[in-house]
Every structure is written in C-alpha cells, then in structure tokens.
C-alpha cells in the first residue's frame, strides 16, 4: 500500500474511542463501491483483487471485511449501484397516450443502455462471465430488466385491460429488444455507433412499428 493510500486509510478507520456513525459508515460502504467500480471497469473482475479495491479506497481489509464477505458480495453491490444509476423513472400509466408514454420511456432505456459505464459494464460480462459467473450472478439478482418489463407491462395494460399478461410481458421484453438491441450493438463496435440526435427518431419508428403489430393481438383478445 502507497504512502497515501496508509494515510487515507488511517483517517477512513473508526476511532478507538467507538464505531463510526452510521454517515461515516455508510461513507465508507460507499467508498468501496466507487474504488470497486473503476477498478473493475478499467480492468475487469479476474484483475481486480480485494487488495487493489482496499488500496484504491484507502481502507484496510478488516475494513473490508466488516462490510462485505468477499468479492462476490462487493461485485453484486457495483452491479446493482451501476443499474440503479442507469435506470428510468417510471412512468404514470396513460391509457389516453399510450404512444407518447412508450416514446419517454423507450428515450430513457435507449440512453441508460448507450451510457458508458452499462456499455463497459457489458463488455465485462461478455468477456468474462464464462469464467466468473458471479458477474451473470450480479446481474440477475438486481432484477433490473425485469423492473424495466413490469413498466412496459403496466402501461400496455392501462391502455389495453383486455391484453393477457403473458402476451403484455412477451411484448415488453420484444418492445426492449427493438430498442435496446442493434443500437447496443452498434456502440459495442458492430458497426457505427447511432449518433445521439438520432435516438429520439430511432424510438418513435420503434414505437410505431411496436403498437401497429401489437394492436391487432389487442383487438383479437
């Protein structure tokens, strides 16, 4: 440990007259967090090592320790910090404009997928999950897609109360993929990255192409 990192980490430790706040507490959950999350971003999960992080956040291990049990506890608290960051606001259900409810929303998951951190965040689970389950393990526990699904699900009910809720989930996790999809793949170097002014256009021809094809299950049911 540098110089530095032993000063920081002799100031970050609770004083020997009793345990920190519980500000100072949090303050320091958060600290691991942020040294986590670049470390893992900048050099992925195998690089990242207990030590690096305690060294990056100017703690020692015992500290460490009393906040989380191992790497893969600190590795689901970065996955759910960076989802959560990333995730949009719910939108108020609006039977009277379905379309324009979808088009906000579809805005706000296009521009939460394309941000820098989901697009490195993604390229470490690509590259390293098959070795580190714990990162799928991450992932899954924070249960964002799913949260992103319930939204969509409530919306097209509230507009559609005659739509199955299995054909309203098929369609929300379809009406992501429209999205999401080829423009996450394009960032991630498969061909030109969309152009940010091009979003708000890309999902309002999602959007159209979305509601015709839906509407006539709607009016089927």
């Given at each position: 440990?540098?110089r530095d990192?032993d000063?920081?980490?002799?100031?970050c430790q609770?004083?020997r007259?009793?345990?920190?706040?519980?500000?100072?507490?949090?303050?320091?959950?958060?600290q691991?967090?942020?040294?986590?999350?670049?470390?893992?971003?900048?050099?992925?999960?195998?690089?990242t090592?207990?030590?690096?992080?305690?060294?990056?956040a100017?703690?020692?291990?015992?500290?460490?320790?009393?906040?989380?049990?191992d790497?893969?506890?600190l590795?689901?608290?970065?996955?759910?910090?960076?989802?959560?960051?990333?995730?949009p606001?719910?939108?108020?259900?609006d039977?009277?404009?379905l379309s324009?409810?979808?088009?906000?929303?579809g805005?706000?998951v296009?521009?939460?997928?394309?941000?820098?951190?989901?697009?490195?965040?993604?390229?470490?689970?690509v590259?390293?999950?098959?070795?580190?389950?714990?990162l799928?393990?991450?992932?899954?526990v924070?249960?964002?897609r799913?949260?992103?699904?319930?939204?969509?699900?409530?919306?097209?009910r509230?507009?559609?109360?005659?739509?199955d809720?299995?054909?309203?989930?098929f369609?929300?996790?379809?009406?992501?993929?429209?999205?999401?999809?080829?423009?996450?793949?394009?960032?991630?170097?498969?061909?030109?990255?969309?152009?940010?002014?091009?979003?708000?256009?890309?999902?309002e021809?999602?959007?159209?192409?979305?509601?015709?094809?839906?509407?006539?299950?709607?009016?089927?049911?």
């Amino acid at each position: 440990m540098t110089r530095d990192a032993d000063t920081t980490a002799v100031v970050c430790q609770p004083s020997r007259g009793g345990r920190p706040s519980r500000e100072a507490a949090q303050r320091l959950g958060e600290q691991i967090v942020d040294a986590a999350t670049e470390l893992l971003l900048e050099h992925g999960f195998a690089a990242t090592s207990i030590e690096a992080v305690c060294v990056r956040a100017g703690v020692s291990k015992r500290t460490f320790y009393h906040r989380y049990a191992d790497k893969a506890v600190l590795v689901r608290a970065v996955v759910a910090r960076l989802i959560d960051a990333a995730r949009p606001p719910a939108p108020a259900p609006d039977a009277g404009d379905l379309s324009g409810a979808l088009r906000k929303l579809g805005v706000d998951v296009l521009d939460a997928a394309l941000s820098p951190r989901i697009i490195a965040l993604h390229r470490l689970i690509v590259a390293e999950s098959h070795r580190f389950p714990e990162l799928l393990d991450a992932v899954a526990v924070t249960g964002g897609r799913d949260r992103v699904v319930a939204q969509i699900v409530a919306l097209l009910r509230g507009a559609w109360p005659q739509l199955d809720a299995d054909d309203a989930s098929f369609a929300a996790n379809q009406f992501l993929q429209l999205i999401v999809s080829l423009p996450q793949q394009r960032m991630l170097a498969v061909g030109q990255p969309l152009p940010a002014a091009q979003r708000a256009e890309w999902v309002e021809r999602s959007v159209a192409l979305f509601l015709g094809g839906l509407g006539g299950v709607a009016a089927a049911g």
